[in-house]
């Protein structure tokens, strides 16, 4: 089991930025990767941004130069660096981890959640 506790959430204004956290513990050496994923009212949950073990990333082409997956191993937390916000960004930021088992299957956990609202 893995257990994600998210933080860093808030209301900040357009062009403003955020830093999200995301703690893990539990069975953490099993983790293939972690990321963040979001999802706005009305809309399906969406990927934001992933990082692997080895240290590769993934973004949304939406948010590709404007926010920052990173790690930090000793920590066993993942952060999620937003700059230049918008109000398309608003939207609960959760945190996922997850490990591929030996036929391919994908098992996930989610963090809690954590509002992000972009608004002046």
């Known amino acids: 089991q893995v257990q994600l506790v998210e933080s860093g959430g808030g209301l900040v204004q357009p062009g403003g930025s955020l830093r999200l956290s995301c703690a893990a513990s539990g069975s953490i050496r099993s983790i293939n990767a972690m990321g963040w994923y979001r999802q706005a009212q009305g809309k399906q949950r969406e990927l934001v941004a992933a990082?692997?073990?080895?240290?590769?990333?993934n973004y949304a082409d939406s948010v590709k130069g404007r926010f920052t997956i990173s790690r930090d191993n000793a920590k066993n937390t993942v952060y999620l660096q937003m700059n230049s916000l918008k109000p398309e960004d608003t939207a609960v930021y959760y945190c996922n981890a997850y490990y591929l088992g030996v036929d391919g299957t994908r098992y996930n956990y989610w963090g809690q959640g954590t509002q992000v609202t972009v608004s002046s």
């Open positions: 990082i692997t073990s080895g240290g590769r990333t």
